[in-house]
T-cell receptor
């Protein structure tokens, strides 16, 4: 199956700093990647859809200036949490879309646990 | 509106028992895709199955089986002879026309030894 990596897997930072999370598709090209956020014991919440070479599409309520997304290549999308605050602490998960009609599937990275002190 | 309902918040069974996780969906699309993902305690989401709306054949993969019923808009997942390693949160999802996934709330499955 398709493999998606995420880095870092865990990060602890001080309030006010920025954190960058990388999402890579290792064995396929992904024109579309998705960024999710998951709070404890809850389902995934889609934050934004990242398209290679164009601006990301953010879901309602997600601040695009706070959560910067860059999808500069077909295998890499990055999410930068700017001026992080404790309420940004969460589990961030990316996925990459494997296209191809009936084979259409999203494969997920292992997630990044962010703790803002 | 598109929606996925997993009414079972948590299920606890003893190892070797069979267990079924329910998933009911709502969509106005005539062509759609349904998915099941497993999320173990490590957090990584593992893809289990994809089902197209025009393929109602049930599927079996080892101890896992899926029952897709368009008439009741359900896509239930059964684990036969459950094992402790099956303990996880299981999510059912529906893909919309924008290729986004509509997620159920998840069912936490606890398999006791």
């Amino acid at each position: 199956g398709a493999v998606v990596s995420q880095h870092p897997s865990r990060v602890i930072c001080k309030s006010g700093t920025s954190v960058k999370i990388e999402c890579r598709s290792l064995d396929f090209q992904a024109t579309t990647m998705f960024w999710y956020r998951q709070f404890p014991k809850q389902s995934l919440m889609l934050m934004a859809t990242s398209n290679e070479g164009s601006k990301a599409t953010y879901e309602q309520g997600v601040e695009k200036d706070k959560f910067l997304i860059n999808h500069a290549s077909l295998t890499l999308s990055t999410l930068t949490v700017t001026s992080a605050h404790p309420e940004d602490s969460s589990f961030y998960i990316c996925s990459a879309r494997v296209t191809g009609g009936v084979q259409e599937t999203q494969y997920f990275g292992p997630g990044t646990r962010l703790l803002v002190l | 509106a598109q929606k996925v309902t997993q009414a079972q918040t948590e299920i606890s069974v003893v190892e070797k028992e069979d267990v079924t996780l329910d998933c009911v969906y709502e969509t106005r699309d005539t062509t759609y895709y349904l998915f099941w993902y497993k999320q173990p305690p490590s957090g990584e989401l593992v893809f289990l199955i994809r089902r197209n709306s025009f393929d109602e054949q049930n599927e079996i993969s080892g101890r896992y089986s899926w029952n897709f019923q368009k008439s009741t808009s359900s896509f239930n997942f059964t684990i036969t002879a459950s094992q402790v390693v099956d303990s996880a949160v299981y999510f059912c999802a529906l893909r919309d026309s924008n290729y986004q996934l509509i997620w159920g709330a998840g069912t936490k499955l606890i398999i006791k030894p």
